[in-house]
Structure formats: C-alpha cells, structure tokens
C-alpha cells in the first residue's frame, strides 16, 4: 500500500514539474517585427515605436499573459516585398509597408491557401498621392515621363513606387513595355543618380526629397499627379493575431501613441527620428510637419479599403498579382479596440480627411540653425527673412514654401516660381511654373535667383 502511495506521490510531482517547466517555457512570448528605417510613412509603426519603447509599454500584464516575458526581435528591410516574403517564411509577425505592397502581401498570403494576414492599422497618408516621385540627375535634360521612354528607369521592385509606375503608364496611354525598368534598392538608385548611372530612379518616400535635399536629384514626376492616395499600414500573420489577440491591440496602441506623438511636436520628431534613421531631419520635417507630406492617422477609412482594392486591380492587370478577398483581409476590430483602451473616438478620427490643398496659403517657412523654424507670411517676406539670416552670418538648413496649385509642401531651394505684378507663386516643376506664366504671365524663376546661395 506504502509503495503504491510513493508510486502515485511520484506521479504527481512529475505531473506538477512538467506543469512548471510548461508554464515557464510559455512566459516567454516573441514578437518580431519588421519595419523600413528608410521609408518616412512606415515610421509610427515602426521606428518610433521602437525608439521611445512604446510596445513595451502596452503589451497585456494580465490574465493570461500574467508573468509573460516579452522578447521583442525588430528587423529592418529597404522595402515591401522582402518583408512579405519573411512573413510567409513564418520568419516575421508584424509587417509595415506601403499601399501596393501591402495588398501584394494580402493576395500572396491567401494564396498559400492555409496561411492569411490581416490589415490592422494605417500610419499616415496623403489624400492626392504625394509621396512616390520620379528623379533625374540634376544635368539631366529630361524635364517630363513621356522623354523617359526607352531610357533606364530603376524602382524597388515591388514597392509602392513600382506601384505607381504602372498607374503613370496607365494614365498616359504609355505601354509599360516602354520602360527599361531596373530593379534598385534605395541607396543603390540615390547613388546611381548622384553618379549619373541611370536616366532617372523611382521611388517612395523621402527618397525624391533626400536627393533634393543633397542636391544630386531632381523631380520630374509627383505621385499627386494620379490623384489617388497615397498609404502605408501595417500587417500581422493571422496565426499570431488568433493565438494573442491582446498584443496585437497592444500594437495597435502604440502605432497611434506614435502617430500622437508625431502630431504634437513635429520639429521634435523630425530631430528624434533623424538619430534613429539615415534620413536628415531637415527632410523628415517636410513630411511630418503640419502641412508636410504625410497625415499621421492610424484609422483604417472606407477610401482607404477602396484605394486598396484599386492598386490590387491595378497589380492584378498588369503584374499579375494573385485574388484579395478584401474582407477577409482588412480587420480594424483591434486598431477599434486599442482606441477604446486610449479613450479615443475612432468613428471621428475615421471622418476625419485633409486634403493637400488645405495647405494652399500656408506661411512659408525658414529653419534657421540655432533659432528653429520661423514662418512668414509671403514667400516675398520669407526671402527678406532668409537673406537676413545669411547677412547675420546664420546657417539656413531649410526652406518650405507650398505649391500654388497642389498646396504640396516642398523645399524652397529646388522649387519653380513665377514673379507677377509684385507677387511670388511655387510650383514644384518646371512644367507647373512654366504652364502658369503662360496662362498668367508673370517671369519665370528659380530659388537661386532670388536669393543667391554661396557656393
């Protein structure tokens, strides 16, 4: 009798160990996430989530998640596509990255057949499609797409500005064939540029801006120009979202923590991600600043979902992109959830829409070097203002000056303008400005005549 009590003592402290040893390999739970230190849209989904800490922030401490330790694997990618392709490797959770490429992930996952991701969150958008651009060398002679036929054009395949590749060829009845097109990552198109490699290099953003800010680009082509919005999001394997339900709110709280934080104090998070990311603040301030590119708004909008299905049909012609079930694929029920928990109202925030040409009549601004950014109310007074600084002896890192047509914020220095009867117009191109002294006279002119720079 004493042996079968040892026997059956035995037993349950083996069950009881193996109970132990369970619970304590399961209080260790890895979230890996991948995000693009070179693509400014995906960085509330990203970089500043991961430079101020805020998934720890939010992940759940209780209930079922009560001891858990978290072990948090970010790695970073140059665009989209390699992202999708780590995800369905299993090798990925969370996936941030722009339009086309997202949808590109929907359809890849739902083809497996077994394995789905879900749309959770958006980061930030532009209504009019701001933020993919195409760039010539600054020599170049190339001033439109159409001379671009038959030349070398490089783009990250798979990319959003891929995307609006086929969209630009669509528009202007140009057979995408006409294109030499070169799969380049970004820094492999900025330097081919900046050397004189390639006859022009598409790309999303900052990328255009980042070489107009060094000086080795110029724009031809703005995305504005197909007027449909431009957006990044983030995804997450389906797998994970069933199995912890209660981190992926957790994600989705800290990309608007992070969209919050962009908004409150943009010259701050233009300084902040400048340190976290290669991209210098100067630029980062064109797309975060109020009337900057980018809109920081997490909530997934009904345009949005219809934007989506639009590039999906856009890939589906003409690169063969596999079906999206749209509704099985966007699932905003968290990103509602974490709203709910931050005591947000996300059926207002969804309402909500700005559109570019909101910033028409903007004050130009001047980021003057040991004083900030100071605003004026014309681009006349902005000049006086900058020339001043530089009499001073002051450093100008920046100018922004608005598009007179679009409300695009853009750097003064790399900007057309139109002089007539005492008042000064931007326009982003050379076509734009010399369109308007032709409807409207007027002289045509570039930064550099109206305030000469030291070389």
């Not at 990552?185 to 290099?201: C, D, Q, S």
Request: charged residues 15%.
């Amino acid at each position: 009798m004493r042996s079968v009590k040892r026997i059956l003592v035995g037993f349950v402290c083996c069950a009881a160990l193996l109970i132990a040893i369970g619970r304590s390999a399961a209080r260790t739970i890895t979230i890996r996430l991948g995000y693009q230190d070179m693509c400014t849209d995906t960085y509330p989904a990203g970089n500043v989530i991961m430079g101020l800490h805020l998934l720890r922030h939010f992940l759940p401490t209780k209930g079922k998640y009560a001891g858990v330790k978290y072990r948090i694997v970010w790695r970073n990618y140059d665009s989209g596509a390699p992202l999708t392709n780590m995800m369905i490797a299993g090798k990925l959770d969370f996936g941030t990255m722009g339009d086309y490429p997202l949808v590109v992930n929907g359809a890849k996952f739902q083809a497996t057949g077994s394995e789905q991701s879900l749309l959770i969150t958006m980061t930030a958008y532009n209504l009019d499609g701001a933020g993919n651009g195409i760039v010539v060398p600054v020599s170049s002679k190339i001033n439109s797409v159409d001379q671009l036929q038959g030349k070398s054009l490089s783009v990250p395949i798979g990319s959003a500005a891929w995307g609006m590749l086929y969209l630009l060829a669509k528009d202007r009845h140009i057979p995408f064939s006409h294109f030499d097109i070169i799969n380049q990552a970004p820094m492999v198109g900025i330097a081919a540029i900046a050397e004189n490699r390639i006859a022009a290099h598409a790309d999303f953003c900052p990328m255009s801006e980042y070489m107009e800010f060094k000086g080795t680009g110029r724009m031809i082509f703005c995305g504005s120009e197909t007027h449909i919005p431009y957006l990044h999001g983030a995804v997450v394997r389906a797998a994970f979202a069933h199995k912890y339900p209660a981190i992926v709110t957790a994600y989705c709280e800290a990309v608007t923590a992070a969209d919050g934080w962009i908004k409150a104090n943009p010259l701050r998070a233009s300084r902040m991600l400048a340190k976290w990311t290669m991209i210098p603040r100067q630029v980062l301030y064109l797309y975060f600043s109020h009337g900057g590119y980018l809109v920081p708004d997490p909530t997934i909008k009904p345009l949005w979902i219809k934007t989506l299905a639009f590039d999906h049909s856009i890939l589906t012609k003409y690169a063969g992109a596999p079906p999206l079930k749209m509704a099985a694929w966007v699932d905003a029920r968290y990103l509602k959830a974490a709203y709910k928990t931050l005591g947000l109202d996300y059926a207002k925030q969804e309402a909500q829409m700005v559109s570019p040409k909101q910033n028409i009549g903007r004050p130009p601004e001047i980021w003057v070097n040991g004083n900030g950014i100071e605003k004026f109310k014309t681009i006349s007074q902005m000049i006086r203002g900058y020339k001043v600084a530089l009499k001073s002896g002051k450093k100008v890192s920046a100018a922004y000056v608005y598009d007179h047509d679009t409300g695009i914020k853009m750097f003064a220095r790399t900007s057309w303008f139109t002089m007539n009867q005492g008042a000064i117009h931007a326009f982003m191109t050379l076509g734009e400005a010399t369109r308007s002294v032709k409807s409207h006279g007027g002289a045509l002119c570039s930064f550099a005549k109206l305030v000469p720079l030291p070389n």
